[in-house]
């Protein structure tokens, strides 16, 4: 059987090489979500068990995969930034985007358990996801901030459309009118006056999303040992530091995230 | 907080629309299955649950995505063909590659303790994806050509070397060493002289891998109802005609296979 | 002077391949040419001059760069199709589109005096170009239609056009308002109605565009030759077969054309 | 006639966009200029004519086209950087080569008689060119120090070959065996002690290429103006200031040229 007599198809297959020296983001976003919420009975505006979720196999992305120095996530997207300098997989943006979400989506699977607990996973979920290469590091840093910007508004609008629904007692159409045009102070205020909730104590989990940076920790672990002059075993503590994609739930807009975690755009 | 400033990044965002009028391939591997296989003890040289249960995610992902016509699949990879005319997500290759990888990735998890019952699932595997596009049937048909000769010459391979190993007690290297430079006549006769094996009597899941086509299949299905004028519910047997994606497992090679089954090629 | 320590720049440039298998077309258009056809005097609504060197040129490229089947042009356009197998510069758009437009500007300055002789060309034009590619004859063939098409309507509107502006003493803008919302029929109907002119009775080389393939010819040159036994030198003619490319002026919307030269889509 | 049932193919077309806020740099290269060199009699190893023809279209180029910041040619090549904020033919690769390539084509054949004088044009030549983006400033230079390196190189190498040949008598088999596998030092040390030549002291046109810049320069015209109350017409000197692509011939590698000319990165 000849083998090579069909090997010329390898030469149809496209060069899809990422210019180098540019950040390389990939962000996937969940399939058909706003289904997958409703059948597994999210509570609205925000499921923590869900974004927990998230959050943990964004940290496996990040731990499985090579060369990724942040993530941002929100709602049902997670974004991750690859150094300028990777050369992982020669840059191609096929390699990058089809390992991020295939990592990411049977993470989801294999954790769900661990944070719905009792509510079963009804059918394995999908993710669609892209690559976007940003030369400068300002570009960069717009493209979290369009992010984190686009969390703040979906967060407010939903957290006051959800008041109107569950507490006033307004159907979906209702309170959808009801916010048509209004703007972000409008929105604050409907939430302070009519619910006396200050949105600025809503959780910053919610407000601001998730970032996932490496940081150094200390793991204590207990381990079991037998001294050589002794006949028991005995219990001691042993501490060691590690490296792991830590989540933070602060602001990324401004410069203060920037000065204090200056690592990650050196990118040396 | 002005969304509108950041939101220029989205112009970084490059137009990746595959080529109209061409038969868009996108296929799929296992990302470190050597490792994979052994940590999870596959059986050598083929694992019935695992290449069954690659074959359960492909045709999840025929079903849940759009104009996939067929799928090709042996070892840990697998092959879906979209049609020629397909305007799925605009014909953008990152929607076809990204969805293909992930609802595979996420099924694979959700339908492991299906197939491999007490063998549990110790960490979330990864999978690579890759978009092709070819012009005309003759380049269709030449690539899935080389894929099941691939999984041919594969599958003898795994075939000796594994009963050389498993059988005559040499070492991996021993049974390289042997094999090298053999031709597939050598290696049959190897199988025949040393371990009575015909290898033309061996599955042909193994020898040719799975091809999945559309066909209407009747489904029987026993429902519970209650008569209007009985007490007692009783069973029923309901029999519904559906289109599923169907296991073959023949040579695609040849021009048998593209002649019972024209409409693949179609793509009216 | 260290050369290697900035070499690393090469990786930079992108591959550009064209999908193979592919007619890949190469149109060029002029730039700016309403401005440069008004400043060299340029006759309205056809100027042969112009036209005939536009061929020029498009013959100049066809015979000097490889692989090029047949050719089509209009206005100050032309397309180029270069045949499904060809592998000139390893198929990259770059090399296809630059040897073309570069080929076909210089050609268009050499060669300006043979066609415009008086009319001195007062600046050197520009032209731009793009690549697209078809996979399937019939793709090819739209294209090509798609063109001889736009050339019908953009000749007819023109011939009303300056017939209204030359013979009918309206102004373009008048002209312009009166053409308005017409429907082809209307158009020939002005024509005939008032102008007496059957538009069907207009230049096929108006009307159709140029069309260049490869055809046989034979050239007969005259020669001086002194034969040995003679003493004076004496002129004979010498019949040589050459193959050049050849205009015609025809339509290849229809299948007749296609029918009397297969050999241009046979691509062997 | 229906052209809108051909207007599908416009949809085979592909975005070949530029990514934002990376220097846009198009190279071309004179093709088969070898040849070229030799049937126009060009002098070797530098041809004044032609290297002060080549400038002259780059000149062109920069004047007719939009957002050219720089240009750096040396022998029949010249690189051309559109500035990274650019968005002229919203940044489409083939706009950006082919308007350069053909400007380049057509200029040197229209001014070629003002610099070859009695040396006529044989034939029309063709360039090929290219696009590479440059995210980053230091990128960009690195990329016109390889030029320029590249520069620097040859020229060493064709000063001292073409010495071998035309004044040592060698062939070129024997002056290209002489030169094998020597380094910098050893041909600075043949040009000296066997010619008397200190490299350091030829043309700087030849040893650094010609680096174009944008400069305000005074231009002095002579105008025939008559005053109102005089009978005769008179003489006056006119001064304007325009702005030109002026040629340099200086090393571009230093800093010190980009500390000279800041403005060339600013980009703003």
């Known amino acids: 059987m000849a083998k090579s007599k069909f090997e010329y198809v390898r030469d149809f297959e496209a060069d899809d090489t990422c210019l180098p020296n540019c950040w390389v983001v990939t962000r996937l976003d969940g399939r058909n979500f706003h289904r997958f919420a409703e059948q597994h009975g999210f509570s609205k505006p925000n499921d ?7 959050t943990k196999c964004a940290q496996t992305v990040m731990q499985e995969l090579e060369d990724i120095v942040m993530a941002y996530g929100q709602s049902d997207e997670y974004s ?4 300028k300098k990777s050369n992982w997989f020669k840059r191609r943006a ?6 991020v979400v295939s990592q990411f989506a049977s993470s989801y699977v294999f954790y769900w358990k661990d944070y719905f607990k009792d509510q079963p996973l009804l059918y394995p979920p999908g993710f669609d996801g892209r690559v976007v290469l940003y030369p400068s590091n300002q570009n960069l840093k717009d493209y979290l901030s369009w992010r ?3 969390c703040h508004i979906n967060n407010l609008y939903n957290t ?5 629904v569950q507490r006033s007692g307004l159907t979906p159409v209702q309170a959808q009118d009801r916010l048509q045009g209004t703007l972000a102070g409008d929105k604050n205020e409907i939430l302070f006056s009519e619910f ?3 949105y600025n104590n809503e959780p910053l989990l919610y407000r601001k999303g998730t970032v996932l940076i490496w940081q150094k920790v200390n793991e204590v672990t207990t381990k079991r040992i037998k001294l050589p002059k002794e006949t028991e075993e005995k219990e001691v503590e ?4 590690r490296t792991k994609a830590v989540p933070l739930h602060c602001d990324i807009i401004g410069d203060q995230f920037w000065e204090e975690y200056p690592e990650i755009l050196a990118d040396s």
Do not use: E, G, P
């Open 80 to 83: 991750f930034v690859f150094k």
């Open 94 to 99: 096929s390699k990058f985007m089809t390992h």
């Open 160 to 164: 006051v459309f959800w008041m109107l």
């Open 148 to 150: 984190q910007a686009d």
């Open 238 to 241: 042993v501490t060691r530091t």
């Open 196 to 198: 006396n909730i200050n």
């Open 48 to 54: 923590d068990r869900a974004l927990h979720l998230m």
